[in-house]
């Protein structure tokens, strides 16, 4: 059985060098552990995906124009994630403000190549299905 995630999960990205923090708005007023339930649309960079410290891939422009500038000597950049899909699978048996809810075995693309997952689902206590 998969656990909810909720706002204040730590994520990783297969390519980026530091873990993140999870921010779920409160919009669907659902709480898991006294805070926001997230749900497969809680995919957003920046709103709630935070950069992941510095990336280490060259399909990312940034490292590209930071290596290109380097006259070729790899150089990571920041790593902002850029995601346009939501998280996959989610949980097909419980919804949040009429979205799949996160779980903790779910996986988010990022558009340069690496995939988040989560480490930590903020909260031990709510079972998904």
């Known amino acids: 059985?998969?656990?909810?995630?909720?706002?204040?999960?730590?994520?990783?990205?297969s390519f980026g060098v530091a873990p993140s923090t999870l921010i779920v708005l409160p919009e669907s007023q659902t709480l898991v552990s006294n805070q926001p339930m997230a749900t497969i649309m809680d995919n957003?960079?920046?709103?709630?995906?935070?950069?992941?410290?510095m990336c280490n891939t060259m399909s990312n422009p940034a490292v590209a124009a930071a290596t290109a500038a380097k006259l070729g000597v790899f150089t990571p950049a920041a790593c902002v994630p850029v995601t346009s899909a939501p998280w996959v699978p989610g949980s097909p048996t419980v919804l949040v403000a009429n979205k799949p809810a996160l779980n903790n075995s779910s996986k988010l693309m990022c558009n340069w190549g690496g995939v988040i997952q989560i480490l930590n689902p903020g909260q031990f206590q709510a079972q998904v299905p």
Do not use: D, H, R
Request: aromatic share 4%; charged share 5%; hydrophobic share 50%.
């Open 1 to 13: 059985m998969a656990l909810a995630v909720c706002n204040g999960a730590t994520m990783q990205c």
């Open 44 to 53: 957003k960079p920046i709103v709630n995906i935070p950069p992941f410290g």
